[in-house]
């Protein structure tokens, strides 16, 4: 799951998205900056715009929510 994450953060033109865990948190990543992937590329940092951080394991990103695009 980490390698999608690093494909939404990759992604131009950049599209928000949200990071759900096994436990049901769900982190919003409204920009790029909100998120980033650890050097060693085995955690996900998300960060909040109040600062809050949560440091997330790759076992635990159960899945990755893009928002509903309009379709005319």
């Known amino acids: 799951m980490i390698s999608d994450v690093r494909e939404h953060l990759e992604r131009v033109p950049f599209v928000p998205f949200v990071i759900r865990t096994s436990d049901g948190?769900?982190?919003?990543?409204?920009?790029?900056?909100?998120?980033?992937?650890?050097?060693?590329?085995?955690?996900?940092?998300?960060?909040?715009?109040?600062?809050?951080?949560?440091?997330?394991?790759?076992?635990?990103?159960?899945s990755i929510i893009e928002p509903a695009t309009d379709r005319a």
């Open 25 to 62: 948190h769900e982190y919003s990543v409204p920009t790029v900056d909100h998120a980033y992937i650890t050097p060693r590329g085995n955690r996900v940092v998300a960060v909040a715009d109040d600062g809050g951080v949560a440091v997330l394991g790759p076992l635990h990103i159960n």
